[in-house]
């Protein structure tokens, strides 16, 4: 025992050891060995389990617990590669923990390991970044399970990062993703006390640090005693870690950690959330392509609308919403007049135009809440929920006059020629209570709108089935 442990043991909190006589360990009494001769065979070895020259047991000591350390880190990378789903990181690891748990074999059996008493506190040091490193590798797996989870957008965006928080310890965080229609950084998910201070809204270019980082696409660690002077860096925040996430083609968002205090990130913090960005940017590259298959395959792929499978859906929850909470409901089913007669007059391609400019102005005439779909052909459907039969032929004339006023296919050359259209309205639970028995309501009065002359409004009556 080296003359300095106590003094050791008192600037670690702990209480100087008794060497007049052998420790006991929870309540098993050591007895102390007979004397041995003198001698080199006899001369106890650094590590070995048993007693010294001091009659006293060394259970674990630098020689033992560092191949011990070592095997155990081996283990658990092992175990660790089996968890993590990409096959280079998972050979790593276990090309890591193999090695690990060879070099504690052979560490023990040649009884080679760092020397505790020429280098004090060395060992601990080394054992103490060795557990930080394994703990930081399970984090990243727990991380890996969680964003991997659910491929879908929403989900991830919310309770998703919020188990990622939760595993990493994040005391604030804000999650920002380049919004597909303005192609600006939006605040999709935040917590901690910064959750009410992030802008609402696309956040202007050149004046967030996730716009910065998204540029630049490098991670950056930015700390200070005053606040810093970005949008997207609430006033309380002094230290922050700002991650790009990255797709395939194209920067997805970033992530930003904030910490009240100066200097809160060490080198090993920012290398464990770029880590963290980088599981992020696969998941949310993966969400981001499903979400987009799947937005493709509830649209009409020439006007954008959503398509009669999406509009079947949509119109069986709202029957059975309405038919719950006791809600009118309403749909009308439009026509364009003499279509067939506008395509042959000027080729398909103005025809297909002039398609796309009825289901801008149909946008353009409807509310938030309501569902414009294209049926097929130059028909056209509108769901409009808590909406009775009576208020829905309001609607429908609105819908035919805004169409009716400019002409279709306007040029410097051309005057553009005009186009109407014909609706047919059919209300729930008036007419009917089923998704199919509502279409066909509302296709009778928009056939008779067409047989009283076209360019009109119909509601359904019992006579028209």
């Not at 557990?131 to 989870?149: F, M």
């Not at 950690?257 to 920012?270: G, N």
């Amino acid at each position: 025992m080296a003359p300095g442990d106590d003094a050791t043991d008192r600037a670690r909190g702990r209480r100087p050891r008794d060497r007049s006589s052998p420790p006991a360990f929870r309540g098993v009494r050591v007895r102390s060995a007979p004397p041995r001769r003198p001698g080199p065979k006899n001369e106890s070895r650094r590590g070995d389990v048993g007693y010294d020259d001091d009659s006293r047991m060394t259970i674990l000591t630098a020689s033992s617990r560092w191949p011990v350390l070592a095997g155990v880190a081996g283990v658990v990378l092992l175990v660790a590669a089996g968890l993590v789903a990409l096959s280079v990181s998972a050979l790593l690891a276990a090309v890591g923990g193999a090695l690990l748990a060879g070099a504690a074999v052979w560490l023990r059996r040649t009884g080679v390991a760092p020397d505790r008493d020429s280098n004090p506190g060395r060992v601990d040091a080394m054992a103490s970044a060795l557990i930080d490193g394994v703990l930081d590798l399970y984090s990243l797996v727990e991380v890996g399970r969680a964003v991997s989870a659910s491929l879908h957008l929403d989900e991830l965006l919310t309770t998703t990062l919020k188990r990622v928080a939760e595993a990493t310890g994040i005391e604030g965080y804000g999650l920002f993703v380049v919004d597909t229609v303005t192609r600006r950084l939006v605040a999709k998910s935040a917590g901690g006390p910064v959750t009410q201070m992030l802008p609402r809204g696309p956040l202007p270019p050149d004046k967030s640090l996730a716009d910065r980082v998204c540029r630049t696409r490098v991670a950056e660690v930015l700390t200070g005693e005053a606040p810093l002077a970005w949008l997207d860096t609430p006033p309380p925040s002094r230290s922050i870690i700002a991650v790009p996430l990255l797709g395939w083609e194209r920067p997805l968002g970033a992530l930003l950690v904030y910490s009240p205090l100066p200097s809160a990130f060490s080198a090993r913090d920012f290398a464990y959330f770029k880590a963290v960005g980088r599981q992020l940017s696969i998941a949310l590259d993966n969400a981001t392509v499903l979400n987009r298959a799947t937005d493709m395959s509830l649209r009409d792929p020439l006007t954008a609308l959503f398509n009669r499978r999406y509009l079947e859906e949509v119109l069986e929850t709202e029957i059975r919403r309405a038919a719950r909470y006791n809600l009118p409901l309403a749909v009308t089913m439009i026509d364009v007049d003499h279509f067939k007669a506008y395509n042959d007059r000027h080729g398909h391609p103005r025809g297909d135009e002039a398609l796309c400019e009825v289901a801008q102005r149909l946008r353009d005439q409807v509310r938030r809440t309501d569902v414009v779909t294209r049926y097929g052909g130059e028909e056209f459907v509108v769901i409009l929920p808590v909406t009775s039969k009576a208020h829905a032929r309001f609607i429908g004339e609105k819908l035919r006059a805004s169409i009716a006023a400019v002409p279709f296919g306007v040029t410097r050359e051309w005057s553009g020629d005009p186009l109407t259209i014909s609706v047919g309205v059919a209300g729930c639970p008036d007419d009917a209570t089923s998704v199919s028995d509502l279409l066909r309501a509302a296709d009778a009065a928009l056939y008779a709108a067409k047989h009283a002359g076209r360019n009109r409004v119909e509601l359904f009556q019992s006579s028209d089935a």
